[in-house]
C-alpha cells in the first residue's frame, strides 16, 4: 500500500521528468512566446483522465481497470482492451528507455556504446520492479524535492541570461499558437492513466481526487516556469530549433566565475525522476498482463519484459533525432486515444449501461 | 515407547547415593575440572556429595553457605531430606530441586553446586557463580565526551543490573533463556513493557527459538539467525556497547538482546538515522549537536560518493571542473602512468589494507603503521609519480570522512558500497554514479528492519521526525517512538500516551 502524498509524487515524477526536457521545444515551436501558458492548458487532459478514472473507482472499489473491464464491455471486449493496454504501457516503459538512452549519450556518454548504457538502465529498472511499487514510493520521498529545487536553481543560475524582449510582444502566435502547442505535452499528462493500475494501491484513497489534481497543476506550473526561462534565454525561435532545449539552458547557469558548465549535474535528479517513470510504465505494464493472462506470479514478467523493451526500442529509435520526432509526431496520437479517449468511451458506456439497468428495473 | 520410558528412567536421580555419583562421572568422564566433595551428614552415616566445577564458583561460598552449614548444622540429627536442607540449612538465595540427573549435569557446568544425598531422588542446585571476570570498564569503541562512561562486560547478570540502573521502572521486562545446541549459552531479551509491541517481542523469541544454531560465542552470531533471508549490506541489528545507549534504545520501544560472554548488545529494530546518531546528541546542547548531526550526514554521503565523484570529474567530465583547478590537477597528471579509476581504485584498496593491519596489530605498532602507511607511502608514491597529489588528498578525505560515522555497521557498508560505486563510475561517468547511486538508494528504501521500514524518518511526516532525524530539536526528554509515522505491522495501540 502506498499513501496518496506517495502517489502525488509519482504521478508529478512521471510528468515532469518528460516534460522538463522535451516539452519546451516541442510546445514552443507552435505557440510562440505564448509557450509558457500551454502546460495549463495541456493539463486538461490529465485533469479529465483523472476525474474519469477516481469516478470509475469510485464505482468499482479497489480494482484496477483489467478488473472492471468486463463489467463494462463484455468479457472478449475486456480481454482485447486490456491486451491493447499490456501493449500500451510497454510501448511507453520502452520509450522512456530509450529516451534515457538518447540523452545519456547526447549529454554526457558520447562515446559509449549503446548496449552499456541500456543495460545500465534495464538493471536497475528490473531491481527496482523486484523491490515493489511500495519501496519505488519511498524511493520518490526522498528525492521529490528534487523537482522544484531543479526549476529554482535553474532559474537563479540563469537569472543574469534572461533577455526580457523576449517575452514581448505577449502571446505572438496568438492564443491558437498556444492551443496547438499543448496538444503534443496533452499527451504527458494523460499518462496519468497508470492512475487506472495505482488506485487500489492507495492506503485511503478519499483524498486522491483534490491531492492529484493539484499535483498536476504544480507541476504545470513548474514546466511553465521552465518554459519561461527557455524563452528568456534561448529565444523563441532558437529554443524551437534545439533537441533538447532544456538542456541547452543549463548550460548557462553560472554562480560566480566558480560554478560554471555544471549542466551535467542536473542531468543526475533527471536521470532518477526518469528511471522512476520506467518503471512504472513497467510496473502497470506487468500488473496489467499478469490480470490480463490471469497469471499468480507477475514478477516472472519483468525480465522478458524489459529486456525485449530494450532490445525493440533499439531496433525501432535509431538516434536522438528519431525520438523527438517520435514524441512530436506519432506519440500525440495513439497515446491520446488510449489516454484520454477510451477512458472517456468506458465512462459512457458505464452511464449508459446504469440507465439501461434503471429502465429494466423500472419496466416489470 | 519403552525406550523412552527407559531413558527417562535413567535420567531420574536415585535414591541411592552411589548411582548418582556414578551416573555423575561417567557424564564427566575426562573432565577433570568438576569436584567431587563426599560429606557425611548427621549421626545415621546418611552422606552426601556435593559437584560443582572448581573455578565456576566461589570457593568461599562453597565452604560458607553449604560445606559449613551441612557438616556443622546436622551434627545432632539423625538424617535429612533435600527439602529440610533446602528450607531449613543453606543460606544461598538461589536455590532449587532437580530430579533430573541431565538437568543437575547441565547446571554443574553452568557454574552451579549441585548437592546429592542418600535417601532422597531429589538432588538440590544452589546459585554460587563466582567466576573471574573482568570489571566495568569505560567504553572505548563508542567513545563519549559527555554522559555515562560505562561500557558492558562479559557477565551477563551484570550487564542487565547496568541497564536496571539507568531504568527503574517495572516495566522494564526482562527474560532469560539459553541459545546454541553445543555451547547453551544464556542470552537475555530486554524490553519496555507497554512501549514495545507484543507482535516485536514475540517475533524474536521466534527467530531464536527456531534458529538452529550449534554454538553461540558472541552476540554477532544471533545476527544471522535475526535477519533471515535479508540480503544487504546495511546493518538492520544495531549493537552497542554503553548501558546508557541500551536504555534509550529501550525507552524507543526496541528490544534488546544480550548474551553471555558477549559485551555487545543487539537492538533492534534499527534505523538507518540511529547509526548517524550517538547518546552525546541527547546529552549536549542542542545547537551544536544539530550541526554536528548534519555534520554526519554530510561525512556519511562524502565517505560513498568522494573518490566516485573524483574519477567521474576527472575521466569524464572535466568541464565541471572550475578552470583554474582543472589547470592544477591537469598539470599533475603529466607523466602519471596510471588512468584515474585505476589510480584511485589501488589508493582505496590500500587505504584499506592500511587499516586492517593497524587495527589488528597491536596499538603501538598499529600507530606506526598508519605513519608509514599514509604519510610515506602516500609522500613516496606521489613523488615518484606514481599516483596524483590529489587522488591521495581524495583518499585521504573519504578515509577521515569515514571515520566520523559512529556506527560501525553503516560504515562498513560504506566502505563495501565504495568499490561498485568506483567501478561504475570509472565505466560510465556520471551516468554510472547516478545508477549506482539509484541501486543504492532503492535497496535502502526497500529494507525492514522487524517491519519497520528502515529510512523511515528519512522522509519526515512529523514535526517529531524533522526533529530527530537530521537536526536534534529541543524538548527531547519526552518517550517517542521513532517509527510510529512510519509503522508498517508494528502495532503501538498498547503504547501509553
Known amino acids: 500500500m502506498i499513501s496518496v502524498k506517495q502517489l502525488s509524487y509519482l504521478i508529478a515524477a512521471e510528468i515532469f521528468s518528460t516534460g522538463i526536457l522535451y516539452l519546451p521545444s516541442i510546445s514552443l515551436k507552435q505557440s510562440g512566446n505564448g509557450g509558457w501558458l500551454s502546460p495549463f492548458f495541456s493539463l486538461l487532459a490529465g485533469i479529465i483522465v483523472i476525474l474519469v478514472l477516481t469516478f470509475l473507482y469510485q464505482k468499482y472499489p479497489s480494482k484496477t481497470l483489467t478488473d472492471y473491464l468486463p463489467q463494462l464491455v463484455g468479457n472478449v471486449g475486456a480481454k482485447i482492451i486490456g491486451a491493447l493496454y499490456v501493449l500500451f504501457f510497454w510501448d511507453c516503459g520502452l520509450d522512456v528507455v530509450r529516451e534515457i538512452v538518447g540523452v545519456v549519450q547526447a549529454t554526457l556518454l558520447p562515446h559509449t556504446p549503446v548496449v552499456a548504457i541500456c543495460f545500465a538502465i534495464s538493471f536497475s529498472i528490473i531491481y527496482a520492479l523486484y523491490c515493489g511499487l511500495e519501496s519505488l514510493a519511498r524511493f520518490i520521498e526522498l528525492i521529490y524535492f528534487s523537482m522544484p529545487a531543479l526549476v529554482i536553481i535553474l532559474t537563479l543560475g540563469v537569472a543574469g541570461a534572461i533577455h526580457s524582449n523576449a517575452y514581448f510582444p ?25 492512475l487506472a493500475y495505482l488506485l487500489p494501491e492507495v492506503s485511503n484513497s478519499s483524498k486522491v481526487l483534490s491531492r492529484l489534481l493539484w499535483t498536476l497543476v504544480v507541476t504545470a506550473g513548474l514546466l511553465s516556469i521552465m518554459t519561461l526561462l527557455i524563452i528568456g534565454v534561448l529565444g523563441t525561435s532558437e529554443a524551437a530549433r534545439t533537441q533538447l532545449a532544456s538542456f541547452e539552458v543549463m548550460r548557462y547557469v553560472q554562480f560566480g566565475t566558480f560554478l560554471q558548465h555544471i549542466d551535467a549535474l542536473f542531468l543526475l535528479p533527471w536521470l532518477m525522476l526518469m528511471l522512476i517513470k520506467g518503471i512504472l510504465f513497467f510496473y502497470v505494464a506487468v500488473v496489467s498482463f499478469s490480470q490480463t493472462a490471469k497469471l499468480s506470479k507477475p514478477k516472472i514478467l519483468i525480465i522478458p519484459l524489459v529486456f525485449l523493451s530494450i532490445v525493440i526500442s533499439h531496433w525501432l529509435f535509431s538516434d536522438e533525432f528519431t525520438i523527438s520526432k517520435f514524441l512530436e509526431i506519432v506519440w500525440p ?32 | 515407547m519403552t525406550t523412552t520410558n527407559d531413558q527417562k528412567q535413567d535420567d531420574q536421580v536415585h535414591i541411592e547415593l552411589d548411582r548418582n555419583e556414578a551416573s555423575f562421572k561417567e557424564m564427566f568422564l575426562h573432565c577433570d575440572d568438576i569436584s567431587y566433595r563426599l560429606i557425611e551428614i548427621g549421626t545415621s552415616g546418611q552422606r552426601g556429595m556435593v559437584i560443582f566445577v572448581s573455578n565456576l564458583v566461589k570457593q568461599d561460598l562453597v565452604d560458607a553457605v553449604i560445606l559449613r552449614e551441612l ?29 533430573s540427573l541431565s538437568e543437575a549435569a547441565q547446571d554443574i557446568i553452568s557454574g552451579r553446586a549441585v548437592l546429592v544425598i542418600d535417601h532422597d531422588d531429589v538432588v538440590l542446585s544452589m546459585d554460587v557463580l563466582g567466576w573471574e571476570h573482568r570489571g566495568v570498564e569505560k567504553s572505548e569503541n563508542e567513545v563519549s565526551i559527555r554522559g555515562s562512561q560505562q561500557a558492558f562486560t562479559e557477565n551477563l547478570m551484570n550487564n542487565v543490573a547496568l541497564v536496571r540502573r539507568f531504568i527503574r521502572d517495572t516495566r522494564l521486562k526482562v527474560e532469560r533463556n539459553v541459545i546454541g545446541d553445543v555451547t547453551k549459552t544464556p542470552y537475555i531479551i530486554l524490553y519496555m513493557e507497554g512501549l514495545v509491541a507484543k507482535t516485536l517481542v514475540s517475533e524474536v523469541k521466534q527467530k531464536l527459538k527456531n534458529s538452529k544454531i550449534d554454538k553461540v560465542l558472541d552476540s554477532g552470531n ?59 546528541d541527547y546529552y549536549e546542547n542542542y545547537f551544536l549537536q544539530s550541526f554536528i548531526r548534519l555534520l554526519r550526514y554530510v561525512a556519511f554521503a562524502l565517505s560513498l560518493t568522494v573518490p566516485s565523484l573524483y574519477v567521474a570529474l576527472v575521466g569524464y567530465h572535466h568541464e565541471l571542473i572550475p578552470g583554474s583547478m582543472m589547470q592544477s590537477i591537469m598539470s599533475q597528471r603529466v607523466g602519471i602512468p596510471l588512468p584515474t579509476i585505476i589510480e584511485v581504485f589501488v589508493m582505496e584498496l590500500t587505504f584499506e589494507v592500511l587499516r586492517e593491519a593497524g587495527l589488528r596489530l597491536p596499538r603501538a605498532i598499529g600507530q606506526a603503521i598508519s605513519i608509514v602507511g599514509a604519510l610515506v607511502i602516500g609522500q613516496a608514491a606521489v613523488q615518484a609519480k606514481l599516483v596524483m597529489a590529489t587522488t591521495v588528498i581524495v583518499v585521504a578525505t573519504t578515509g577521515i570522512t569515514s571515520f566520523t560515522l559512529p556506527g560501525y555497521g553503516l560504515s562498513s557498508a560504506v566502505r563495501l558500497l565504495r568499490f561498485p560505486l568506483l567501478l561504475l563510475t570509472g565505466f560510465l561517468g556520471l551516468f554510472g554514479f547516478s545508477i549506482g547511486i539509484f541501486f543504492i538508494l532503492i535497496h535502502l528504501v526497500s529494507l525492514q528492519s522487524f517491519g519497520v521500514i528502515y529510512t523511515g524518518s ?29 509503522r508498517h505491522h508494528l502495532d503501538h495501540d498498547e503504547a501509553p500516551n
Open chain 1, 170 to 194: 505577449m502571446l505572438d502566435a496568438g492564443w491558437s499558437g498556444v492551443f496547438r502547442g499543448a496538444f503534443v505535452p496533452s499527451s504527458w499528462f494523460g499518462e496519468v492513466v497508470i
Open chain 1, 333 to 364: 496520437n495513439y497515446s491520446l486515444f488510449f489516454e484520454v479517449l477510451v477512458p472517456i468511451l468506458l465512462w459512457i458506456t458505464y452511464l449508459i449501461r446504469q440507465v439501461l439497468t434503471r429502465k429494466q428495473n423500472a419496466t416489470p
Open chain 2, 458 to 486: 528519512l522522509a519526515p511526516r512529523t514535526w517529531q521526525d524533522i526533529k530527530d532525524t537530521f537536526f536534534r530539536g529541543p524538548g527531547q526528554n519526552q518517550i517517542h517512538i521513532p517509527w510510529r509515522g512510519a
Open chain 2, 71 to 99: 557438616v556443622g548444622g546436622l551434627r545432632d540429627v539423625e538424617s535429612v531430606s533435600i527439602d529440610q536442607i533446602k528450607s531449613q540449612l543453606v543460606t544461598a538465595s538461589d536455590v532449587r530441586t532437580i530430579t
Open chain 2, 222 to 280: 544471533l545476527v544471522d539467525s535475526l535477519r533471515e533471508n535479508i540480503i544487504s549490506p546495511f546493518p538492520i541489528i544495531n549493537r552497542t556497547e554503553r548501558p546508557d545507549r541500551v536504555a534509550a534504545l529501550l525507552l524507543e520501544g526496541r528490544v534488546i538482546i544480550l548474551l553471555d560472554n558477549s559485551p555487545i548488545a543487539l537492538s533492534m529494530p534499527s534505523l538507518l538515522v540511529e547509526y548517524l546518531q550517538v547518546p552525546e
